[in-house]
């Protein structure tokens, strides 16, 4: 009944598929996007806790070299 159904639902899957690969790209499925989230915090958390000599090893150091 609606003229542009298809279209519409061409556009939604195209989107979807879009999201798909760059969630791939990024490193895999969303329980394992969450999961290296919830990682890369603790991470974070231990490096704000660091001391600066090792803050300074572990972040700009490596980006120098």
Known sequence: ?????FVKLI??????????IERVEMGGS???????????????????AASNEEYLTRTVLPVLY
Do not use: F
């Open 1 to 5: 009944m609606e003229a542009d159904y």
């Open 11 to 20: 556009d939604a899957a195209e989107q979807k598929r879009s999201e798909e």
């Open 30 to 48: 969303e329980e394992e996007t969450s999961h290296k989230k919830a990682v890369g915090a603790k991470e974070w958390e231990k490096l704000q």
